[in-house]
């Protein structure tokens, strides 16, 4: 562990502190939408770019130049490795890797580049395609690359299967369920890329495809792989016996699924994945192209692209409500206080912004989370712009704080109806998952299929804390025994250590701040020993110069809370938890704010390119664009607002 700073080479001067916090200000007021809303980028990693590469000679429907600058991306984020990672300076992929190379080769790279002899070295020293994930291999299936049976049996007749079956899709988390619906009905098809350019990627395998015997191997989590390998191998000669008048009901109930949730030009479940298999399996129905639902359906992919000038890639989704409720939070932070500069043009954006957001609030459509809560009514927020659907508590309550914060009689029925819809997706167990309750039959996490072990959608720490934060911002006495029950789930938490894991944000320094501040939200005291205990973690990772920082490594068996260098991001969020358990006037918390200000750049912006949140651990890892922005920004913000506060206590719940 790291020793934190004890002392403060110089003092922070107001103006200066003035300075900074008007400069980022200004960066993010410029960078609002006309209509109120905030959005940046969101990048993942070369597979989303790949797979549309792709899914676009899939279809045979090549934009020659978009590819083009797709390649330049992804030649820039190859590693020296030879590979590609899954973030940045990230280890060598097989997976990432096998993709962006028959995505590059299928742009018209020639297989003796350097880059290209490189990759494949790379590959084949990892022990070929045939080592890739089962995502991977589905895509290779598509281009008859490696038969159908590399990849796990999947039937179709899983959509007909009731919530009290184990292997029902309503088992199974949002994601899944979206990515799983059209992706089992493209297998039933035996979905066939169409290739015009016959591009081919047997130079990967070691053992030729039509050699390999055993494709399934792991990982296996427990002695349950094991067993869910052989019944893999019982049903998928079994699926030749399924009726072909259950395999047509079972089709004909999938499309309906899909086209219920199809979700205009933001598509099935508002992400890529599921976007892609949506348009690949109606071609594979003999849909037509200009069919409406195929028009629709190609729109929503077509705007994840982010197209610059000399490059382009694939976002996996978008998170306009995310940004747009994280900013305002900033924003809102910096309009208060008595040292607060141009607060009345800051409330009149936040007030467009609260506009947009109420407009998006959900509240006449029963989503898949209601199949565990039917009698609770909608209204929640989803992340994108629109999916009806698939709303997420997390994001419902840091909207929620901002619209409460606003502190307007005319948000009173949204900030309700999202109360009482959070109240009813409480857990079990005390916690809260994103998007649905009591998902967590972690046996599925077991089955061939999930070889990512992200399959389900439990309780979390993050999340947990910000329902909580919400219900004690709100301070409604008669919600004390959820909020108790919430409490009782952080505790059991805790990490030995201190600190408490981060599901959505990395890592361990953002599970940590999300739960500090519940902590205080609830009115818990600075000395219980849980608060003590997470203080002292934050204390003792905080980095020579002041900052902190932590990799992706950690959800890879790296140290907890560290990383060879400070980042914006991680730095905010420690400072954040932090003074939320009353620490602002600690040197440390002093030191972090001197770190900001020095490393924000002349035109007011912080410089971030590590990668700073999680799709799935080990798996799947994603950049916020504006996470380098905007939470710097509140962080001085609230710094400079403790420092003229009477009690030194932050009041609100995020």
């Given amino acids: 562990m790291l020793n934190h700073v004890d002392s ?31 959005v940046f980028e969101l990048e993942a990693d070369a ?101 159908w049976h590399a990849t796990p049996a999947m039937p179709i007749e899983l959509m007909l299967m009731p919530k009290w079956a184990l292997f029902s899709v309503w088992n199974m988390s949002y994601w899944s369920r979206a990515v799983i619906a059209p992706l089992v009905l493209l297998v039933s098809l035996k979905g066939r890329a169409v290739n015009r350019y016959n591009i081919h990627v047997q130079e990967l395998f070691i053992t ?48 309906e699924f899909i086209e219920k949730r199809l979700n205009g030009e933001d598509g099935l479940g508002a992400i890529y994945p599921a976007m892609a298999n949506s348009v690949m399996a109606f071609r594979c129905m ?64 936040l007030a467009k912004a609260s506009k947009w957001l109420k407009e998006r609030q959900i509240l006449d459509v029963k989503g898949d989370w209601a199949i565990n809560c039917p009698d609770v009514a909608p209204g929640g927020w989803a992340f994108q712009y629109n999916n009806d659907y698939y709303p997420d508590v997390d994001d419902t309550a840091v909207v929620g704080m901002l619209l409460h914060r606003e502190g307007k009689p005319e948000h009173q029925e949204s900030i309700e109806r999202a109360r009482h819809w959070i109240i009813g997706m409480q857990s079990s167990n005390g916690g809260w998952g994103a998007f649905d309750i009591d998902n967590d039959k972690m046996l599925l996490n077991h089955i061939p299929f999930s ?68 902590f205080n939200a609830v009115g818990i005291s600075n000395q219980d020993p849980a608060v003590k205990k997470a203080v002292d973690w934050l204390l003792c990772v905080q980095r020579p110069d002041g900052g902190w920082g932590e990799g992706e490594e950690s959800y890879e068996g790296g140290t907890p809370g560290q990383y060879h260098t400070s980042l914006p991001s991680q730095t905010a969020w420690a400072l954040l938890g932090l003074m ?31 990668y700073n949140a999680i799709g799935f651990p080990r798996v799947f890892y994603l950049r916020y664009h504006g996470y380098r922005q905007f939470f710097p920004l509140f962080a001085l913000s609230r710094f400079r607002n403790l420092q003229s506060s009477n009690t030194g206590k932050v009041e609100v719940g995020f």
């Fill in 208 to 255: 030729p495809p039509d050699q390999i015997k055993e494709w399934i191997k792991g990982p296996f989590r427990s002695q349950w792989g094991y067993l869910f390998k052989y019944l893999d191998k019982v049903v998928r000669p079994m699926e030749k016996l399924f009726p072909i008048f259950l395999r047509k009901h079972a089709q004909k109930k999938t499309v």
């Fill in 451 to 518: 070889d990512h072990g992200a399959l389900l959608d439990p309780p979390t720490v993050d999340v947990a804390a910000r329902c909580i934060s919400f219900l004690a911002q709100l301070g409604h006495p008669e919600d004390k025994a959820v909020i108790d029950r919430g409490m009782n789930f952080l505790r059991a938490e805790q990490e030995s250590f201190g600190a408490w894991f981060g599901r959505w944000g990395t890592n361990y320094i953002y599970g940590t701040w999300s739960a500090l501040c519940a």
């Fill in 286 to 349: 003999g849909m037509r192209d200009d069919d409406p639902r195929a028009v629709i359906a190609w729109k929503s992919v077509k705007k994840l692209m982010v197209v610059k000038d000399d490059e382009a890639y694939c976002q996996p989704c978008v998170s306009p409500v995310w940004d747009t409720a994280l900013t305002g939070h900033a924003m809102m932070e910096t309009a208060s206080g008595i040292r607060a500069e141009d607060r009345e043009k800051t409330m009149d954006k």
């Fill in 580 to 610: 939320a358990a009353g620490q602002h006037n600690h040197p440390a918390v002093q030191k972090g704010i001197q770190w900001l200000m020095e490393n924000q750049e002349e035109d007011g912006q912080w410089d971030e390119k590590p």
């Fill in 8 to 38: 403060l080479e110089k003092p922070i001067k107001d103006e200066a502190l003035d300075r900074a916090i008007l400069q980022a200000q200004n960066i993010l007021a410029n960078r609002q939408n006309e209509d109120g809303h905030w």
């Fill in 47 to 147: 597979t989303i770019p790949a797979e549309y590469v792709l899914l676009e000679h899939f279809l045979d429907r090549i934009d020659t130049e978009l590819q083009e600058k797709i390649g330049v991306y992804l030649r820039r984020i190859q590693g020296d490795h030879g590979g590609w990672p899954l973030y940045y300076g990230g280890k060598f992929d097989i997976s990432a890797s096998v993709k962006a190379y028959f995505a590059l080769k299928a742009i018209g790279d020639d297989v003796d580049a350097p880059h290209m002899i490189r990759a494949r070295t790379a590959i084949l020293a990892h022990g070929g395609a045939e080592t890739a994930n089962v995502f991977t291999r589905t895509q290779l299936a598509l281009f008859g690359e490696v038969p």
